[in-house]
T-cell receptor, first 114, second 115 residues
Framework: AQKVTQAQTEISVVEKEDVTLDCVYE???????LFWYKQPPSGELVFLIR??????QNEISGRYSWNFQKSTSSFNFTITASQVVDSAVYFC???????????FGIGTKLQVIP | GAGVSQSPRYKVAKRGQDVALRCDPI?????LFWYQQALGQGPEFLTY????????KSGLPSDRFFAERPEGSVSTLKIQRTQQEDSAVYLC?????????????FGPGTRLTVT
């Protein structure tokens, strides 16, 4: 069975601070996909990134970066120089190869204070 | 282009009523998913269609929940004899799988409140 744990339920930071959202996953598969989604107050889930388990390269996209470490089963997400518009709930998710079912974590609510 | 749309956006039902929630996926998307998101929780998988075939319905919580996608495009999630515990946001997502890599595009959801 697959499982995603986001231990931080709520985080508050002051604008321009860096913040890291933690994600730990469990799976028996050797091949799987990891995702991050953003859910702003409007409610619609927005896709941020997909990572294949064979690709452990870290990725940077603007102020966003992701650190994938298979050794610790973690896929952490860092926002650099946070902005008020980053305030949202962020979900980490996992899908095993061959299955369309995606398992989501409970989410981390990020509040960026101006 | 249009994204995933869902209707109604809000639905209030009295306990025991039947409800039908509609999802219009992105045109051409083969896969369609339904999720249930309770307050303060992450989305939980309900069911999955590939075209008109329902390939996985393992997440449907009871036989009161039924989903269909008869022509491989629009899908309807039906809940019979609604109960208070059915109150949640129901999310629909679609994707176009390509070589095993897939990202799901989500609709805005239908917020169901059972009174």
């Amino acid at each position: 069975a697959q499982k995603v744990t986001q231990a931080q339920t709520e985080i508050s930071v002051v604008e321009k601070e860096d913040v890291t959202l933690d994600c730990v996953y469990e799976t028996r598969d050797t091949t799987y996909y990891l995702f991050w989604y953003k859910q702003p107050p409007s409610g619609e889930l927005v896709f941020l990134i997909r990572r294949n388990s064979f690709d452990e390269q870290n990725e940077i996209s603007g102020r966003y970066s992701w650190n994938f470490q298979k050794s610790t089963s973690s896929f952490n997400f860092t926002i650099t120089a946070s902005q008020v518009v980053d305030s949202a709930v962020y979900f980490c998710a996992l899908s095993e190869t061959g299955y369309q079912k995606v398992t989501f974590g409970i989410g981390t609510k990020l509040q960026v204070i101006p | 282009g249009a994204g995933v749309s869902q209707s109604p956006r809000y639905k209030v039902a009295k306990r025991g009523q039947d409800v039908a929630l509609r999802c219009d996926p992105i045109s051409g998307h083969v896969s369609l998913f339904w999720y249930q998101q309770a307050l303060g929780q992450g989305p939980e998988f309900l069911t999955y269609f590939q075209n008109e075939a329902q390939l996985d319905k393992s997440g449907l919580p009871s036989d009161r929940f039924f989903a269909e996608r008869p022509e491989g495009s629009v899908s309807t999630l039906k809940i019979q004899r609604t109960q208070q515990e059915d109150s949640a946001v129901y999310l629909c997502a679609s994707s176009l799988p390509s070589g095993g890599l897939y990202e799901q595009y989500f609709g805005p959801g239908t917020r169901l409140t059972v009174t």
